[in-house]
């Protein structure tokens, strides 16, 4: 699943933190109905892609919903 973020970085630019949410479902009829890791790639532009990301996390919640 790709997730567009809404900041768009230019290559002048001086970033600020910023803060994000991004919410998603898991299909209820998934194969698979438990797990105990997360993957999440940074996918730069093609100018930026020979540069690190410059990116952290601060917080990753999972809430489930509808149990």
């Known amino acids: ?5 809404r900041r768009r970085w230019k290559s002048d630019d ?5 803060r994000e949410n991004f919410n998603f479902l898991i ?6 109905h438990r797990f105990d890791e997360v ?8 100018f930026r ?6 990116i952290g996390i601060d917080h990753f919640t ?5 149990l």
């Open 1 to 5: 699943m790709y997730i567009v973020s």
């Open 14 to 18: 001086h970033p600020q933190p910023s």
């Open 27 to 32: 299909p209820s009829n998934s194969a698979i």
């Open 39 to 46: 993957r999440v790639l940074f996918r730069l532009d093609g």
């Open 49 to 54: 892609a020979r540069a690190a990301a410059k």
């Open 62 to 66: 999972l809430v489930p919903r509808g």
